[in-house]
Nanobody, 126 residues
């Protein structure tokens, strides 16, 4: 079973940056497409970004496009989310997730992810 562990969350002022890291273990990381989702209090978990298993394609939510960058290092079994120009509305618990499905429609839908991390809190103050 694939296990995912996020780190790198914290408190940052608006306009600042954070880099989230998700370390995977247990199965062959390079055979999974990876996604980042977030959930704010009282809201549904929403898609943020995704990257294909080779790293060749990425997908973004409109709300973060141009500010966030997703990348992966298959040699290190790790996926990253670089977040720049953070806004108070980015405040949420951020989760990484793994899926064996391929294609943008699947990667943006949390129902198609089989493995989830425990989440890391990101708080952006105004």
């Amino acid at each position: 079973q694939l296990q995912l562990l996020e780190s790198g969350g914290g408190l940052v002022q608006a306009g600042g940056s954070l880099r989230l890291t998700c370390a995977a273990s247990g199965l062959t990381f390079s055979t999974y497409d990876m996604g980042w989702f977030r959930q704010a209090p009282g809201k549904e978990r929403e898609f943020v970004a995704a990257i294909t298993r080779s790293g060749g394609s990425t997908y973004w939510a409109d709300s973060v496009k141009g500010r966030f960058t997703i990348s992966r290092d298959n040699a290190k079994n790790t996926v990253y989310l670089q977040m720049n120009s953070l806004k108070p509305e980015d405040t949420a618990v951020y989760y990484c997730a793994a899926t064996s499905y391929s294609g943008g429609a699947y990667l943006k839908d949390k129902r198609f992810y089989a493995y989830w991390g425990q989440g890391t809190q990101v708080t952006v103050s105004s």
